[in-house]
């Protein structure tokens, strides 16, 4: 007959098996990567790259809640972001009026949003220039801003390049800068440091020796309302000097007069305003 003092035994005996073989399996998985999912139906896996061929959408349906449907924060010296071999790394489309697309905040000497490409793309059929870091557009009306940069003291938009060019304004019909200010008496529209350059609104002309005016071509339209500004770029002996300034909207021309013949190849600087 078997000896039931046996049984407790053997009992113990195999949950003591049991719980060193898990033990072991433990161990062993330490280290271990594990399998990345990438079926589409799968949950999205923390700590690992996830692989789909669909999009993942992030919906928060809530009413009255100002809470975004997704934010990635990273506590460490490192920033997030999306890649996309093509197409958009990172889209934000905002359908309520007043709201935002995309929203970017930095606290400190951090930056907001960093805008990089390398190659030339597409959008909405027209073709964006190379090397864009950041675009812009807006749709809808001549309200719509493509690209809002603000501050209550220090900067709202900043262009710097070392050799190139650090902010550039491009206008089919319209004006490519526009600079306004709240005081018109006191306030600054624009302020420069260091030269500052006018291509067909600035240039030079010639009197030749013997001629009294000289017809100027600037390349942009005239009107009623441009101003004319010349003035010798010489110190000629006796009382000649710029007598005039006759603009032509027709031919879109205007012609420096002076008070008497030069009596030799004379340079005068003029300036188109308005």
Do not use: C
Not at 5 to 11: H, L, N, W
Not at 31 to 55: F, M, S
Not at 70 to 90: C, I, K, L
Not at 97 to 104: D, F, K, N, S, T
């Amino acid at each position: 007959m078997a000896d039931d003092s046996m049984v407790p035994r053997t009992r113990r005996g195999l949950l003591a098996g049991a719980l060193g073989g898990l033990v072991a399996w433990a161990a062993s998985a330490v280290g271990r990567t594990v399998p990345v999912r990438a079926d589409n139906d799968n949950p999205v896996v923390l700590g690992q790259t996830n692989t789909e061929t669909k999009a993942t959408r992030i919906l928060n349906s809530g009413t009255g809640d100002v809470s975004s449907a997704f934010e990635a924060w990273d506590a460490g010296e490192t920033y997030g972001g999306g890649f996309a071999a093509g197409g958009s790394g990172v889209s934000g489309e905002n359908q309520n009026p007043g709201g935002l697309g995309v929203w970017a905040r930095s606290q400190g000497d951090g930056t907001g949003v960093l805008g990089w490409s390398q190659l030339v793309g597409t959008e909405f059929g027209i073709a964006i220039p190379m090397r864009t870091g950041v675009y812009g557009r807006a749709i809808q009306d001549s309200t719509s801003v493509g690209v809002l940069g603000e501050s209550n003291a220090g900067l709202g938009v900043r262009g710097q390049a070392t050799t190139g060019t650090g902010v550039r304004a491009i206008a089919t019909t319209g004006t490519a800068v526009y600079a306004t200010t709240a005081n018109a008496k006191s306030g600054t529209a624009l302020r420069t440091i260091g030269r500052v350059r006018f291509d067909n609104s600035v240039g030079l002309a010639t009197v030749l020796a013997g001629k009294s005016s000289v017809v100027v071509t600037p390349g942009i339209d005239l009107t009623s309302t441009s101003a004319v500004v010349a003035t010798l770029q010489a110190n000629p002996t006796g009382s000649i000097t710029v007598q005039g300034v006759t603009v032509s909207t027709t031919t879109n021309t205007f012609t420096i007069h002076l008070t008497t013949a030069a009596a030799s190849n004379l340079k005068i600087a003029w300036h188109v305003f308005g």
